[in-house]
């Protein structure tokens, strides 16, 4: 499982699967997730700018998932 790095209390939804490179543009964040294509910890996620926090697994189904952890 790949990671991402973050060095704040949270980071948005939309952010995280970007900087994983799990989608290419913003304006597919939303479609992705009327589709309930992306799951947060398992769970089917509705808002673009939900907090992910350290120890949070983002997934977008049929392409990939990360785990973000504080960079130290």
Do not use: C, P, W
């Not at 120890?55 to 189904?61: A, F, P, R, S, T």
């Amino acid at each position: 499982m790949n990671k991402v790095y973050i060095h704040t209390e949270f980071i948005k939804l939309q952010q995280v699967l970007k900087l994983a490179g799990l989608i290419d543009q913003g304006a597919d964040v939303k479609y992705f997730l009327s589709q309930g294509k992306v799951l947060v910890n398992g769970e089917v996620a509705t808002e673009r700018g939900k907090k992910i926090r350290h120890g949070d697994i983002v997934e977008l189904k049929g392409v990939g998932s990360v785990e973000v952890e504080l960079e130290a």
